[in-house]
């Protein structure tokens, strides 16, 4: 017999729904609902796991049909249907009958022991005694698009097939996946010969291309399945899990223990000339006129001996990185290689050239954009991740040009001031003569300032009027622990 799930964004109004159709079923066909949230203060939502349980609790081989309210309650009864057993999920229908009346039709047809397609089709015409009683007809039905239309603008990938196998996983890094563990994780499923697709939310996302699985900001607490499809799924799935237990390479925070309390000691304010590092401003990229056959084959050409040398030094950065701070800190770099490493991007770029008249040309209008995306993020700990694309930006932009970066003082310390300073920068300073940084802009969150401390390194971000002040060769007095930098 075909069973229901009624699915609405309040538990109150699904109730009373499952309790109308409740006496028209009379002991017929099982009706179970998935309705709001696990919040008490905001309970009103739908929830994906939910309704997949309820799925499973009334499942049927005659069919489950899913009726909903609105909104969100479609994309979570979506999803649901995605975690679900492929072969379960081929049994389920969602319903987009109106939700009351589409109930009761349903609830009486599955109860008379109609098939799936009938209870479907007598939900949908729930309304046809009303719109009579009301003196209206039926609004016509809109022309179907033609086979092979193009997905929606935004679906950046196809969703998984029906035989795809999944695993689930909720997110308990503090930061959820952003750069270092992300790339972890597409660092260890690339090897797989598998199509391997990344979902949250019902988002899909290619799970081997670190730009796409950011572009989800999977944040703590979120809920990812991993969907494998091809000749290695179950290794994939198999490593994907043990990833996801060891914290994607980071250290996830256990239950605190008994705490101790102690007196901090402030660190002592530090004294150096300044060394005033100048970053270039991004440039306004416009159409350049038409190149020839050879031209265009010589500044592809010089993007591709950048780039790969570009991938090649972050790799050896990463490397040196994780020898002298450790791995967590040498993902920041190996996430810019991995970026580096995409097939899409390079493409992108490579067809870009004719247009821009040069590689370098091709090469910020591409990144720019890249940049932008990821400063539209929502979250925080993700949208300034935009400072590593920029890294990577200006590093392939040196090699193109041929560029050497500004050198500091050859023997004295110094305190470096700027505007900001990229990670790949600051990692390759020598450290004893860095006493400290003072930059105008920066953000506590960003990779230079993670990586700052880490290297044990005062810094101070976003200092009003630095560039103004202060000069080359100038002392300066930097103080973190007050947050002040003093110009003698």
């Not at 939910?50 to 499942?59: P, S």
């Not at 799924?233 to 996830?252: D, P, V």
């Given at each position: 017999?075909?069973?229901?799930?009624?699915v609405?964004?309040?538990?109150?109004?699904?109730?009373?729904?499952?309790?109308?159709?409740?006496?028209?079923?009379?002991?017929?066909?099982?009706?179970v609902?998935?309705?709001?949230?696990?919040?008490?203060?905001?309970?009103?939502?739908?929830?994906?796991?939910k309704?997949?349980?309820?799925?499973?609790?009334v499942?049927?081989?005659?069919?489950?049909?899913v009726l909903?309210?609105l909104?969100?309650?479609l994309?979570?009864?979506?999803t649901?249907?995605?975690?679900?057993?492929?072969?379960?999920a081929?049994?389920?229908?969602?319903?987009?009958?109106?939700?009351?009346?589409?109930t009761?039709?349903?609830?009486?047809?599955?109860?008379?022991g109609?098939?799936?397609?009938?209870?479907?089709?007598?939900?949908?015409?729930?309304?046809?005694?009303?719109?009579?009683?009301?003196?209206?007809?039926a609004?016509?039905e809109?022309e179907?698009?033609?086979?092979?239309?193009a997905?929606?603008?935004?679906?950046a990938?196809t969703?998984?097939?029906?035989?795809?196998?999944?695993?689930?996983?909720?997110?308990e890094?503090?930061?959820?996946?952003?750069?270092?563990?992300a790339?972890?994780?597409?660092?260890?499923?690339?090897?797989?010969?598998?199509?391997?697709?990344?979902?949250?939310a019902?988002?899909?996302?290619?799970?081997?291309r670190?730009?796409?699985?950011a572009?989800?900001?999977?944040?703590?607490?979120d809920?990812?399945?991993?969907?494998?499809?091809?000749?290695?799924?179950?290794?994939?799935l198999?490593?994907f899990?043990?990833?996801?237990?060891?914290g994607?390479?980071e250290?996830i925070?256990?239950?605190?223990?008994?705490?101790?309390?102690g007196?901090?000691?402030?660190?002592?304010?530090?004294?150096?000339?300044a060394?005033r590092?100048?970053?270039?401003?991004?440039?306004?990229?416009?159409?350049?006129?038409?190149?020839?056959?050879?031209?265009?084959?010589?500044?592809?050409?010089?993007?591709?001996?950048?780039?790969?040398?570009?991938?090649r030094?972050?790799?050896?950065?990463?490397?040196?990185?994780?020898?002298?701070?450790?791995?967590?800190?040498a993902?920041?770099?190996?996430?810019?290689?991995?970026?580096?490493?995409?097939e899409?991007?390079?493409?992108?770029?490579?067809?870009k050239?004719?247009?821009f008249?040069?590689?370098?040309?091709?090469?910020?209008?591409?990144?720019?954009v890249?940049?932008?995306?990821?400063?539209?993020?929502?979250?925080?700990?993700?949208?300034?991740?935009?400072l590593?694309?920029?890294?990577?930006r200006?590093?392939?932009?040196?090699l193109?040009?041929k560029?050497?970066?500004?050198?500091?003082?050859?023997s004295?310390e110094?305190i470096?001031?700027?505007?900001?300073?990229?990670?790949?920068?600051?990692?390759?300073?020598?450290?004893?003569?860095?006493?400290?940084?003072?930059?105008?802009?920066g953000?506590p969150?960003?990779?230079?300032?993670?990586?700052?401390?880490?290297?044990?390194?005062?810094?101070?971000?976003?200092?009003t009027?630095?560039?103004?002040?202060?000069?080359?060769?100038?002392?300066?007095?930097?103080?973190?622990?007050?947050?002040?930098?003093?110009?003698?």
């Amino acid at each position: 017999m075909v069973n229901l799930v009624v699915v609405s964004h309040s538990a109150k109004l699904a109730e009373g729904v499952a309790e109308l159709a409740g006496q028209m079923m009379q002991g017929g066909c099982r009706l179970v609902t998935a309705a709001g949230v696990d919040d008490e203060a905001h309970p009103i939502g739908t929830d994906a796991v939910k309704i997949m349980m309820a799925i499973e609790e009334v499942f049927d081989p005659s069919g489950v049909v899913v009726l909903m309210d609105l909104g969100s309650a479609l994309l979570s009864a979506e999803t649901a249907l995605e975690l679900l057993d492929p072969d379960m999920a081929r049994q389920v229908r969602l319903c987009a009958a109106p939700l009351v009346e589409g109930t009761l039709a349903a609830a009486v047809a599955a109860s008379n022991g109609a098939g799936l397609d009938q209870v479907i089709t007598d939900a949908m015409e729930a309304l046809a005694a009303k719109r009579a009683q009301l003196g209206e007809t039926a609004p016509a039905e809109k022309e179907a698009p033609p086979s092979g239309t193009a997905p929606a603008e935004g679906m950046a990938v196809t969703p998984p097939g029906d035989g795809a196998r999944r695993a689930v996983w909720r997110i308990e890094n503090p930061h959820g996946l952003h750069a270092r563990p992300a790339a972890r994780l597409v660092s260890v499923l690339s090897p797989f010969a598998a199509r391997l697709t990344l979902e949250k939310a019902g988002r899909f996302a290619d799970a081997t291309r670190i730009n796409q699985v950011a572009s989800l900001q999977v944040r703590q607490g979120d809920e990812i399945v991993l969907y494998a499809e091809g000749e290695q799924a179950e290794a994939a799935l198999a490593a994907f899990l043990h990833e996801a237990r060891t914290g994607f390479g980071e250290t996830i925070p256990t239950q605190e223990g008994d705490m101790l309390q102690g007196t901090t000691v402030a660190e002592t304010p530090v004294t150096a000339p300044a060394w005033r590092l100048t970053v270039s401003p991004i440039k306004q990229v416009q159409q350049s006129p038409a190149m020839t056959g050879d031209t265009v084959e010589q500044e592809q050409r010089r993007f591709a001996e950048a780039i790969d040398q570009a991938q090649r030094q972050l790799e050896q950065l990463a490397a040196a990185i994780s020898l002298r701070l450790g791995p967590r800190f040498a993902g920041i770099f190996e996430a810019q290689a991995m970026l580096l490493a995409d097939e899409g991007l390079r493409a992108a770029v490579a067809e870009k050239i004719p247009r821009f008249g040069s590689a370098s040309a091709a090469w910020e209008q591409e990144t720019a954009v890249m940049a932008a995306d990821y400063a539209s993020l929502q979250d925080e700990y993700l949208r300034v991740r935009e400072l590593d694309v920029r890294d990577m930006r200006a590093a392939v932009l040196a090699l193109i040009d041929k560029t050497p970066p500004p050198l500091p003082p050859p023997s004295e310390e110094y305190i470096l001031i700027a505007d900001e300073i990229f990670p790949s920068r600051l990692a390759s300073l020598d450290r004893v003569k860095v006493a400290g940084i003072a930059l105008a802009g920066g953000h506590p969150l960003s990779h230079t300032a993670i990586l700052a401390r880490a290297m044990g390194i005062p810094i101070l971000v976003g200092i009003t009027g630095l560039m103004d002040r202060v000069h080359d060769g100038q002392t300066v007095t930097l103080d973190s622990a007050r947050g002040i930098l003093r110009i003698s």
